[in-house]
T-cell receptor, first 110, second 116 residues
Framework: KQEVTQIPAALSVPEGENLVLNCSFT??????LQWFRQDPGKGLTSLLL?????REQTSGRLNASLDKSSGRSTLYIAASQPGDSATYLC?????????FGRGTSLIVHP | EAQVTQNPRYLITVTGKKLTVTCSQN?????MSWYRQDPGLGLRQIYY???????DKGDVPEGYKVSRKEKRNFPLILESPSPNQTSLYFC???????????????FGPGTRLTVL
């Protein structure tokens, strides 16, 4: 059964720092991997989707990479801002049932 | 505006009283899913649907029913709610994407359910 782990569970950084969030998974037979952002009490907002044939995706200050063979993905956030404070979730899809990590709770303080 | 809507957003009910949470999407997506989110357990899929009249169980289907009579709607039914179904529920939709594995998932705003 697929297991998804996100490290660290929580992170607090000063504004302007570049940071990396990690997502690891146990079964490399996946269709895609998706990174989401969740604000308190709100739904999930898709940030980036990486198909299994891709190595990375970029959107603005965000860059996500995928290494299927090692079962790892990273989300890189450049020049962090207080508005980036949220919980970041990765979801791995190997079938019709995606497996979510528990998330990394990020606080960016001014 | 492309969106997934859920109703109600908040619901407090009592054990055994049947309820339905509605979900609707306006993006003509084939795939729709229901999830529950619990502290310490993360997001878990309850049911999913690949198209009209095609549904299947996710990781935690016990105590739930779904139907997909129209492409845009995917209601979640709790025939006899129990306190352990107190949770935050999300509906999501996507297109099939490459090789049918699914494209970007769009989530609704969530329904917070409390069963007393």
């Amino acid at each position: 059964k697929q297991e998804v782990t996100q490290i660290p569970a929580a992170l607090s950084v000063p504004e302007g720092e570049n940071l990396v969030l990690n997502c690891s998974f146990t079964d490399s037979a996946i269709y895609n991997l998706q990174w989401f952002r969740q604000d308190p009490g709100k739904g999930l907002t898709s940030l980036l989707l990486i198909q299994s044939s891709q190595r990375e995706q970029t959107s603005g200050r965000l860059n996500a990479s995928l290494d299927k063979s090692s079962g790892r993905s990273t989300l890189y956030i450049a020049a962090s801002q207080p508005g980036d404070s949220a919980t970041y979730l990765c979801a791995v899809k190997g079938s019709y049932i995606p497996t979510f990590g528990r998330g990394t709770s990020l606080i960016v303080h001014p | 505006e492309a969106q997934v809507t859920q109703n109600p957003r908040y619901l407090i009910t009592v054990t055994g009283k049947k309820l339905t949470v509605t979900c609707s999407q306006n993006m003509n997506h084939e795939y729709m899913s229901w999830y529950r989110q619990d502290p310490g357990l993360g997001l878990r899929q309850i049911y999913y649907s690949m198209n009209v009249e095609v549904t299947d169980k996710g990781d935690v289907p016990e105590g739930y029913k779904v139907s997909r009579k129209e492409k845009r709607n995917f209601p979640l039914i709790l025939e006899s709610p129990s306190p352990n179904q107190t949770s935050l529920y999300f509906c999501a939709s996507s297109s099939p994407g490459l090789a049918g594995g699914g494209d970007t998932q769009y989530f609704g705003p969530g329904t917070r359910l409390t069963v007393l």
